[in-house]
């Protein structure tokens, strides 16, 4: 058995992700720790999934506030030092990895002090601070996406290897089941599910365009709708759409969808933003998509996302700036009402075998640690 510490942390698509790995990892035998923030997300959903906890206290640098460096700073010093009590007092880890959180600098800092290998995951397109800084010393980083590796040449070390491995999806999503998934949506074989989401806060602009369309949408026979607005677009969604009982049979609005799994498995389109961990999620069930990539993301890193599924012919992409225009009903409509392009669109999205990255990511894991094994 090995020991092995992740970092994660801040965001769902940071700790999904971490935590689809660690589930791999336990199942292959290894003892996993995480190491993140209690006041932050991963404070409830690591130990809601059974790992061990440490808690650490950091905050990120932010350069349009140059005085926030003094307290980052002294945060990180005392998170390196719970990091060396914890270390202390349980053992050594043989192997640590990071997910490109602030959260992960006091762990593999301590790692590359005390020649621990260690492995970054990047789920985005664009680094972020953490994993660029990190990626010098890191024995491998480990990409989502074959577009990412550019982005890390210049920040790794001579010997460090750059491996795309794929998003890690929970076990609970790639297993889902399209026939569970179906009779829990209500759909029958001969139905036709469109799934739309916008990643967990919603999407504002793909609500409205969704809504605008109502007319149309309805009027396809055996169209059902399973429409996620997140919590702060809820209400204002359900007015909008006015459905009326016989309506809100085919249409069903909800705030936020907690199994994820099953939605996707049901679905026989996505219509969503192009977040990393809907980009990888969307993959492993192989459905095929329609992506409105989120406009203000850093360095528009969505965009760059929804061109891994666009050109494996997975997906289409739309700019969030045409959702008003007639382009975004003819695409949405021409592939409701396509079902042969539709099928191609899912071999395509099943030949990217995302439904083995967590596999693929604990392989490269389970590389680094055979030399300096302590505790096998």
């Not at 809601?48 to 945060?75: I, K, S």
């Amino acid at each position: 058995m090995t020991r092995i510490a992740i970092a994660a942390g801040g965001t769902a698509g940071h700790i999904n992700p971490a935590l689809a790995l660690a589930e791999e990892l336990k199942a292959r035998g290894h003892e996993v720790t995480f190491y993140g923030q209690p006041s932050r997300l991963e404070g409830t959903l690591v130990p809601q999934a059974g790992f061990p906890f440490v808690p650490l206290d950091v905050t990120g640098f932010d350069r349009a506030r140059p005085w926030t460096l003094a307290t980052a700073l002294v945060h990180m010093r005392r998170a390196q030092r719970a990091v060396a009590a914890h270390v202390a007092s349980a053992g050594a880890p043989d192997v640590a990895v990071g997910f490109g959180a602030y959260v992960e600098l006091p762990l593999l800092r301590w790692c590359a002090a005390h020649d621990v290998p260690y492995l970054l995951h990047e789920q985005n397109s664009v680094p972020g601070l953490a994993n660029k800084t990190m990626a010098s010393k890191a024995s491998c980083v480990c990409v989502s996406l074959p577009v990412a590796i550019d982005a890390f040449r210049g920040h790794v070390g001579a010997s460090t290897q750059i491996v795309v491995t794929g998003n890690p999806v929970r076990r609970s999503v790639v297993d889902a089941s399209r026939e569970e998934g179906r009779a829990h949506a209500g759909v029958t074989d001969g139905d036709v599910l469109l799934l739309v989401f916008g990643g967990s806060l919603g999407a504002r602009h793909l609500n409205a365009g969704v809504c605008a369309l109502k007319d149309e949408l309805l009027a396809r026979p055996g169209l059902h709708i399973l429409h996620s607005t997140g919590a702060k677009d809820y209400d204002d969604v359900v007015r909008r759409l006015a459905l009326s009982d016989d309506e809100a049979a085919r249409w069903r609005v909800v705030p936020y969808i907690d199994a994820m799994g099953e939605a996707l498995a049901a679905a026989d389109l996505v219509l969503s933003r192009a977040g990393a961990s809907s980009i990888a999620e969307i993959a492993a069930l192989a459905v095929p998509s329609m992506l409105v990539p989120y406009p203000f993301a850093t360095a528009d890193h969505q965009t760059t996302n929804a061109r891994y599924l666009v050109d494996a012919g997975a997906a289409v992409v739309l700019a969030d700036e045409r959702i008003d225009d007639p382009a975004f009903s003819q695409e949405l409509l021409g592939l409701l009402d396509d079902p042969a392009r539709r099928a191609a669109m899912r071999a395509a999205a099943r030949a990217l075998r995302q439904d083995r990255a967590a596999v693929a990511l604990a392989d490269q894991v389970e590389s680094l640690q055979t030399p300096l094994a302590r505790h096998a």
